[in-house]
């Protein structure tokens, strides 16, 4: 292999990403627009959900109850109405998300010591927020029931009974439980998608659409050159991107980065041999950049978005999904990215997703440089 023949091969392409405006707002502009978007549009933390209030009792202890859901940082008291059917209209028109109805005799019952109840009318069209609204409405419900139940006792000079036992939780890793720390790190993954497979799988089609392939075919340079040197521009700007996403990610997101540096660029670039080396296969047996483009995106930037745990965890998936994960690069790639991020793993413990990113990367790299062959066909 000649060093000076699989450099001017390089050149070439570096020429034709620079030509190619497209390649260029792909290469520089897309990988931080996707971390914007996923930073800032995607979030899943469910906080100050506006909640319409219909208080029919009017009285100190349900204001009282309506201060512990306004302290929630979970709630926003949007509106009190005076009726039922401005409620339920608040709720139709999505103005808000859950409805309170407070009884009229709710200050009556409590001051007799009996049961309360309490309505709350929940828009359940969004399942998991409805589900995660009813867990934060019956915390806060029973945090100022057990307040009252404890004052009760004491002006009757009651005893007061021992409380329950409680679980006090401590959260690790993503100590403020915010969403751009779970889904931050998982866009570099993206973007490798992106930047590896994508556009390398428009090099050899691009090559054969206009009839430059000849030409190639007819110098020196070998098929490993002529692999090499096209794969070798793609692989240095997705290292640049890999970087400026993590200083994006750390800096700008604050996203807490735990583990080795080392570790993330050569587990980075193992996903980027990956990538590179499915995006050139894919080019080679295309021979049409339209082709070459749409089954790019369809194997890798997809499943990297569905099935890699990127968003939606791996454990809740049906098995059979569960199952087809195990042949997708991106999911060990994220994972890695999870854990030297939020849990500074240690390199030595990240053997389970390294070793299987390296088998593909090897097994790819082979299948790559197999499939390419200088002879017209």
């Given at each position: 292999m000649s060093f000076n023949r699989l450099l001017a091969v390089a050149k070439k392409e570096v020429i034709q990403i620079l030509r190619d405006s497209r390649s260029l707002f792909i290469v520089v502009i897309m990988p931080v627009t996707l971390m914007m978007l996923f930073g800032y549009g995607v979030n899943l933390d469910l906080k100050g959900l506006p909640v319409y209030v219909y208080d029919r009792d009017g009285s100190q202890q349900s204001q009282d109850l309506l201060k512990h859901f306004q302290a929630s940082k979970y709630f926003t008291i949007a509106r009190v109405v005076n009726n039922y059917p401005a409620l339920t209209r608040a709720l139709d028109d999505g103005h808000a998300k859950m409805g309170i109805v407070i009884p009229w005799d709710f200050s009556q019952r409590l001051s007799e010591g009996g049961p309360v109840q309490v309505q709350a009318l929940v828009d359940a069209t969004d399942d998991n927020t409805a589900n995660v609204l009813i867990g934060y409405t019956q915390a806060v419900v029973q945090g100022y029931s057990s307040g009252i139940q404890i004052a009760w006792l004491r002006e009757r000079g009651l005893q007061i009974q021992p409380s329950p036992v409680s679980v006090e939780t401590r959260t690790w890793y993503n100590e403020n439980?915010?969403?751009?720390?779970?889904?931050?790190?998982?866009?570099?993954?993206?973007?490798?998608?992106?930047?590896?497979?994508?556009?390398?799988?428009?090099?050899?089609?691009?090559?054969?659409?206009?009839?430059?392939?000849?030409?190639?075919?007819?110098?020196?340079?070998?098929?490993?050159?002529?692999?090499?040197?096209?794969?070798?521009?793609?692989?240095?700007?997705?290292?640049?991107?890999?970087?400026?996403?993590?200083?994006?990610?750390?800096?700008?997101?604050?996203?807490?980065?735990?583990?080795?540096?080392?570790?993330?660029?050569?587990?980075?670039?193992?996903?980027?041999?990956?990538?590179?080396?499915?995006?050139?296969?894919?080019?080679?047996?295309?021979?049409?950049?339209?082709?070459?483009?749409?089954?790019?995106?369809?194997?890798?930037?997809?499943?990297?978005?569905?099935?890699?745990?990127?968003?939606?965890?791996?454990?809740?998936?049906?098995?059979?999904?569960?199952?087809?994960?195990?042949?997708?690069?991106?999911?060990?790639?994220?994972?890695?990215?999870?854990?030297?991020?939020?849990?500074?793993?240690?390199?030595?413990?990240?053997?389970?997703?390294?070793?299987?990113?390296?088998?593909?990367?090897?097994?790819?790299?082979?299948?790559?440089?197999?499939?390419?062959?200088?002879?017209?066909?």
């Open positions: 439980l915010e969403s751009s720390a779970f889904i931050v790190p998982g866009v570099l993954a993206l973007v490798m998608s992106v930047i590896g497979t994508f556009l390398t799988s428009l090099t050899i089609a691009r090559e054969w659409e206009r009839g430059t392939m000849e030409q190639l075919i007819s110098t020196p340079v070998s098929a490993m050159e002529i692999m090499m040197g096209k794969l070798a521009p793609y692989f240095v700007l997705g290292m640049f991107d890999v970087v400026i996403c993590a200083l994006i990610a750390i800096y700008w997101f604050h996203v807490p980065f735990r583990g080795s540096f080392l570790t993330l660029l050569v587990s980075s670039a193992m996903f980027l041999v990956v990538v590179l080396s499915l995006g050139f296969f894919i080019s080679v047996l295309a021979k049409s950049q339209f082709a070459a483009s749409q089954i790019a995106l369809l194997i890798t930037f997809l499943p990297a978005f569905l099935l890699s745990g990127f968003l939606f965890a791996i454990e809740q998936m049906p098995v059979a999904l569960q199952w087809i994960t195990r042949i997708l690069p991106a999911r060990y790639y994220v994972s890695i990215l999870k854990k030297i991020f939020l849990k500074g793993t240690p390199t030595a413990l990240l053997y389970a997703d390294l070793v299987p990113l390296a088998v593909f990367a090897f097994v790819l790299a082979a299948l790559a440089t197999r499939s390419f062959h200088k002879r017209l066909e």
